[in-house]
């Protein structure tokens, strides 16, 4: 029974470090997650550093907050193929990084979270093509600037001097698929009957 109660205690006291690693990856204040959450800043800093014990009444918010399951709150045990549980790198400039494809030379796609930074523009062989998740996102290309919501993509050849961030001090979440040869998205099907009724 003691060996029961200590992996429960273990799996209790890995939760807030988890949730400050998980705002912190987002670029996410206390103030920024009470207001979504509906928590207030002292529970989710008690949360964080132990003090308060999480419940499932706290959890579910939070999960809500940073688009993840229970499971990843909780750190359930992996299951199934390991391969499909990735791992976040962090960049240099310090974005989270997770590859979703690891081939060789071919067509490379990440998730990306990208937080508030200061524009710098950069140019390079390729061809990219971005998809927006969730949050705005600030597109310098050339002398345009775009900004683009959930659901919105752009495509451009990265020779072009460009810069991708944030549009509003607020974390933003989004696919990046590149073509280190120039390879683009083939548009194989755009059925106008798609996803309607």
């Known amino acids: 029974m003691r060996s029961v109660e200590t992996h429960v205690t273990r799996i209790l006291d890995a939760i807030g470090p988890r949730l400050r690693r998980l705002?912190?990856?987002?670029?996410?204040?206390?103030?920024?997650?009470?207001?979504?959450?509906?928590?207030?800043?002292?529970?989710?800093?008690?949360?964080?550093?132990?003090?308060r014990q999480p419940t499932l009444d706290l959890l579910i918010p939070l999960a809500r907050v940073f688009q993840v399951s229970l499971d990843v709150l909780v750190g359930a045990p992996e299951?199934?193929?390991p391969r499909v549980h990735l791992e976040p790198r962090r960049s240099a400039r310090g974005?989270?990084?997770?590859?979703l494809t690891e081939y060789p030379g071919g067509v490379r796609v990440f998730k990306q979270v990208l937080g508030p930074r200061e524009p710098r523009m950069t140019t390079h062989a390729g061809h990219a093509w971005l998809y927006v998740l969730a949050g705005r996102l600030r597109l310098l290309?050339?002398?345009?600037?775009?900004?683009?919501?959930?659901?919105?993509?752009?495509?451009?050849?990265p020779m072009t001097?460009?810069?991708?961030g944030p549009a509003d001090g607020v974390a933003v979440e989004l696919l990046h698929?590149?073509?280190?040869?120039?390879?683009?998205?083939?548009?194989?099907?755009?059925h106008p009957g798609v996803g309607g009724g």
């Open 23 to 51: 705002r912190t990856e987002r670029a996410l204040t206390l103030t920024a997650v009470a207001e979504q959450s509906a928590l207030s800043v002292s529970t989710l800093s008690r949360l964080e550093t132990g003090r």
């Open 79 to 81: 299951t199934g193929d």
């Open 95 to 99: 974005s989270v990084i997770v590859p």
């Open 141 to 157: 290309l050339g002398d345009e600037e775009h900004v683009l919501s959930p659901g919105e993509t752009a495509q451009f050849d």
């Open 161 to 164: 001097p460009h810069w991708f």
């Open 177 to 190: 698929l590149f073509g280190p040869r120039g390879e683009r998205p083939i548009v194989r099907l755009d």
